[in-house]
Nanobody
Framework: QVQLVESGGGSVLSGGSLRLSCAASEYTYRSYCMAWFRQAPGKEREGVAVMGVGGRRSYADSVKGRFTISQDNAKSTVSLQMNSLKPEDTAMYYC????????????????WGQGTQVTVSS
């Protein structure tokens, strides 16, 4: 059974930090590569960070140096540590499971979580 459940969203001032977590079913976690996407109002959903094969991490240019994706194999969870948050980071953040060759391509995502809202105010 595929299950992706996000937690950790909220509101923070510019420059602050938040940590998102996604709990996946063991099947999903072992069968796919895990990633984080986000979608701001009126904009397309975009890839933020992905954990690829062998623990290789890839990030969108807009978050490099500020966000860190990590995983806990024992708990089948993937997390996104977000530091130095900016108002433009405000969006609904989605955990995703997809083809490992897909990288940050939303068209290669097989499953989505329900999303968690992140709001950054100046």
């Amino acid at each position: 059974q595929v299950q992706l459940v996000e937690s950790g969203g909220g509101s923070v001032l510019s420059g602050g930090s938040l940590r998102l977590s996604c709990a996946a079913s063991e099947y999903t976690y072992r069968s796919y590569c895990m990633a984080w996407f986000r979608q701001a109002p009126g904009k397309e959903r975009e890839g933020v960070a992905v954990m690829g094969v062998g623990g290789r991490r890839s990030y969108a240019d807009s978050v490099k140096g500020r966000f860190t994706i990590s995983q806990d194999n024992a708990k089948s969870t993937v997390s996104l540590q977000m530091n130095s948050l900016k108002p433009e980071d405000t969006a609904m953040y989605y955990c995703a499971a997809g083809a490992c060759s897909g990288g940050l391509d939303r068209n290669r995502v097989a499953y989505w979580g329900q999303g968690t809202q992140v709001t950054v105010s100046s």
